[in-house]
């Protein structure tokens, strides 16, 4: 679908209306799609053992419901809303297709927090943590009391926000538990690059275990620099202004007479992963091709390769600093 819209788009198939129609239709569905299998990851109501969130199979099938239905809510009311424009529908006609829209939404809300999606050792269903519960309740509220008040732009506003902000949530959500899973005890030497890794040099366990945790810091700190922007964005940030925050957060911030660069810290800590490595691959060559062809005695290559290895780190980390 999207390739086939792309070089509809690209060769200027469709009349100009119809292709506004189908992009936005194409938007919905995709908005749609991505929302459903999101959600369908993030609970598996098929796969208990796979379930990222810890509920009972029963709430998961009815999360996953409600959310696709949010989803088709928003959805549908977008797209309309483009055809409204287009053929200049009535004022009217636009209010009522988003009041409806808004308190739909609203009404998913308030359901989603009166689940009670854990049971308890006794058998009884518990709800969700107080926050989590009562931030739905009020966000449902909020959404329906200001469409019945009037306010239709705002509760479509925050109708949209909950259904797109969500969707990044739960995306960086999934990275995050990827990133703790591989950092780990053992899950990185399990991984593809790990055993390649283990295969192809001559690294230990704990060298795979140390690079799994540098392997998991570098993925949060991603997920944070990459949906911490959009997440701005989406609430109405302007680009302008997350470009100015993030050039004065990467040039330095001053703090009395100290000044904080995060691009002089960020460039030390790729100098000593840079070291680190080049540390552990002299430390192989070392042994593998001179110390094992001299016959050297095995408690004097450890030995050595001990102190090769100790020196280099603190080389790395006087360099990185």
Do not use: H
């Not at 200027?12 to 990851?41: E, K, P, S």
């Not at 209010?95 to 058998?123: Q, Y």
């Not at 109405?236 to 050039?247: K, R, V």
């Amino acid at each position: 679908l999207g390739s086939t819209i792309f070089f509809f788009n690209y060769y200027n198939v469709l009349r100009g209306d119809i292709g506004l129609f189908l992009n936005a239709l194409a938007t919905a569905i995709g908005v749609v799609f991505c929302v459903n299998r999101l959600t369908n990851a993030a609970l598996e109501p098929r796969l208990p053992n796979w379930r990222l969130i810890p509920v009972e199979t029963g709430p998961a099938r009815w999360l996953v419901r409600l959310t696709t239905a949010m989803a088709v809510v928003i959805s549908v009311n977008t797209f309309l809303s483009v055809i409204n424009d287009k053929m200049g529908s009535p004022l009217s006609l636009t209010i009522a297709r988003s009041f409806g829209a808004t308190i739909i939404v609203g009404v998913i809300l308030i359901l989603m927090a009166m689940l009670r999606p854990f049971k308890a050792r006794d058998g009884s269903w518990r709800p969700w943590p107080a926050w989590l519960r009562y931030t739905a309740l009020a966000l449902g509220l909020f959404t329906i009391v200001a469409a019945l008040l009037g306010y239709i732009g705002l509760a479509l506003f925050v109708s949209l926000q909950v259904v797109v902000t969500g969707t990044a949530l739960i995306t960086a959500y999934i990275g995050f538990l990827s990133a703790q899973a591989i950092g780990e005890e053992g899950a990185f030497a399990n991984t593809t690059v790990g055993r390649w890794l283990s295969a192809k040099s001559s690294y230990e366990d704990t060298a795979l275990d140390q690079l799994g945790l540098v392997v998991s810091v570098a993925i949060n700190v991603m997920i944070v620099l990459v949906f911490l922007p959009l997440i701005l964005l989406m609430w109405g940030f302007q680009l302008g202004d997350i470009q100015a925050w993030a050039y004065k957060l990467a040039t330095g911030i001053n703090i009395g007479s100290v000044t904080i660069s995060v691009t002089g810290i960020l460039s030390g800590i790729v100098v000593f992963i840079i070291g680190y490595f080049l540390t552990r691959w002299f430390q192989g060559w070392l042994d593998g091709s001179v110390m094992a062809r001299g016959k050297v005695d095995t408690g004097v290559r450890n030995s050595i390769r001990l102190a090769v290895g100790y020196a280099g780190v603190a080389l790395a980390a006087l360099v990185g600093i």
